[in-house]
């Protein structure tokens, strides 16, 4: 990604021309790394993101807000001190480093004077500092004197610029020259393109390797004097680059099977807000899978030890048969023995059975010691039967938010599944956002839509929408529902009309895409009247059970929407 120097310069100009002038009306902290700036231009309101992320610093416009962090840092709280309705006087680079500025007049009842906030964007060493009159007001990341560090970053510092790389300057052409010079006598076997764009990264600052690239590919005379230029005057024409449709680099020149890009800004938000989404997504996706897989293994874990106990329990009714036919045997019984063989009346073939004694219990003790372990094994069967079917359930609950996060395609997707385990008790309930009134509902997330014929078809993305979509539908809408697999509710809005079956085997196909089966050639899908589909009362989100059904074996299919 050509987060370098160059691209810097023509970020700086065109927020400069859209910015200046511009208010801030509203400042909030996403993460420990980014903060966005709510800018009022004169013309329309627009959304600046200042991120000191070590794979994502940038300053540039972006097309979404992201949501605050419920509780804003001290950098925040800061920002909103000093910087809140403050004029936008202008945004620029700072020399040829990958340094932003941006200088703010801020004006109070009682005060007026100049403020910058400075943005590094350096990689891991990325950082934001309020500056007023050369002394640091706070900072993203901020040091303390004892850290090991060339800079101190605190308040009531002297700002202090980092310390330029070991490089030459991109308008340094003499050095450029020099430097060329060193390098070809050291190479007199000659080189290629790519060894050239390597030593032109590695010894000129301010340039990432793709536009080190692009210099040696376009450079028409040497390039100690070509490359001055380029970096100073080649004009801004954002490209996007993109990999069957994904956003995958971006770039302040035209592009080898690039898109042009209305702005840089716009280029490099639809990069960055992809690989965010991606990257959150995954992050999330993680996070769930965790919660579920922990909620799996502790009900595991509950069903054997009911089935252990079980097992112990199945031996109730032979304990049952020793304690009646030793009843039955007391006056053949001697006191003190340890054993007897006796005819076992409850075999068919007439056999006999062999019963442990405790020798210092009579004949009629043993029998009801006998009694009471089959007493004792009965109460525990009663109640373990009722545990062990309760952890099949649980179980069973749990493969099916495992089957919706795998089949989630979005963090939105993600969001309700989110809310299902926290409501159950399997994630700590987050913090509320900062601004959001208790009580207040998000809408909810919309369901999978496809049309067929005129109808509309619904799909589920999780437990919690399976559980809308069954309640919102007309008796007469058809239901649908893989067999014998984990699946999404799909629901025909047939809205007393004659579903053909056309469209039923376009909803059979849809559900048995979403569903664990997906990778299976027939799945075999049970649909029915709405109304003939019931939810018992109490049971898990997404269970229900259903009559009067048929039964398509179809093969899964997305279908475009």
């Known amino acids: 990604m050509p987060q370098d120097a160059f691209h810097i310069r023509r970020s700086c100009k065109e927020l400069d021309s859209l910015l200046k002038g511009g208010r801030i009306n509203r400042i909030s902290q996403v993460n420990k790394d980014e903060l966005t700036f709510i800018i009022y231009t004169g013309k329309s309101t627009v959304k600046l993101i200042l991120s000191a992320n070590a794979t994502g610093a940038r300053v540039c ?7 605050p962090a419920p509780v804003a840092p001290n950098f925040c709280m800061l920002l909103r001190k000093h910087l809140q309705n403050a004029e936008i006087l202008s945004v620029r680079q700072h020399g040829e480093e990958r340094i932003v500025e941006i200088t703010l007049h801020c004006t109070t009842d009682f005060s007026e004077c100049d403020r ?3 943005c590094e964007l350096m990689g891991k060493y990325s950082n934001i500092v309020l500056v007023e009159k050369g002394i640091v007001l706070g900072a993203l990341k901020t040091t303390a004197l004892m850290d090991e560090t060339h800079r101190v970053l605190f308040a009531g510092a002297k700002y202090e610029y980092p310390v330029p790389q070991d490089k030459l300057s991109p308008t340094d052409g003499a050095g450029m020259r020099e430097a060329f010079e060193n390098f070809a006598q050291m ?11 390597k030593w032109l990264f590695e010894s000129v600052a301010g340039l990432a390797l793709p536009t080190a690239r692009e210099i040696v590919k376009r450079a028409e005379k040497p390039l100690w004097e070509f490359v001055p230029d380029f970096f100073e005057n080649q004009p801004n024409d954002p490209y996007i680059k993109k990999e069957n449709g994904v956003p995958t680099d971006f770039f302040a020149f035209a592009i080898e099977g690039g898109e042009k890009a209305p702005s840089l800004c716009k280029a490099e938000d639809e990069f960055y807000f992809y690989r965010e989404s991606k990257k959150g997504f995954e992050d999330k996706k993680r996070k769930l899978e965790g919660a579920v897989r922990t909620l799996k293994k ?7 030890d009911a089935l252990e106990r079980l097992k112990e329990a199945e031996r109730a009714e032979e304990n049952r048969i020793k304690g009646e036919l030793l009843t ?16 076992n009346w409850y075999d068919e073939n007439g056999g006999k059975i062999k019963i442990s004694l405790d020798p210092l219990l009579s004949p009629a003790k043993n029998a009801q010691r006998y009694f009471k372990q089959y007493n004792k094994q009965k109460r525990a069967k009663e109640i373990l039967t009722p545990m062990k079917e309760a952890e099949e359930a649980e179980i069973s609950y749990a493969d099916s938010i495992s089957s919706a996060i795998a089949l989630a395609e979005t963090e939105t997707d993600l969001k309700e599944i989110e809310t299902e385990l926290t409501e159950a008790g399997f994630l700590r309930a987050p913090k509320a956002r900062a601004g959001v009134k208790k009580g207040k509902q998000e809408a909810p997330v919309p369901f999978r839509e496809y049309e067929h014929n005129g109808m509309k078809i619904f799909v589920g993305r999780n437990n919690i929408q399976n559980d809308r979509l069954v309640r919102l539908a007309a008796p007469d809408d058809v239901w649908l529902h893989t067999q014998k697999y984990h699946s999404s509710h799909v629901i025909i809005a047939a809205r007393g009309g004659q579903v053909c079956d ?6 059979a196909e849809l559900c048995a895409y979403y569903s664990d089966g997906r990778d299976s050639d027939k799945i075999p899908v049970d649909y029915c009247k709405k109304k003939f589909v019931k939810k018992p009362n109490k049971s898990k ?9 048929k039964t398509l074996f179809v093969k899964p299919n997305a279908h475009k929407r």
């Open 61 to 67: 416009l972006s097309a979404t807000e992201k949501e």
């Open 116 to 118: 910058v906030l400075i």
């Open 187 to 197: 190479r007199p076997e000659g080189w290629d393109n790519d060894v050239l764009s």
């Open 298 to 304: 502790k009900a595991a874990k509950r069903l054997q």
């Open 328 to 343: 039955a045997n007391l006056y053949a019984i001697e006191k003190g023995v340890r054993c007897v063989e006796l005819d």
């Open 502 to 507: 056309e469209t039923l085997l376009y909803a």
């Open 541 to 549: 989100a997404g269970f229900v059970v259903y009559t009067d059904y």
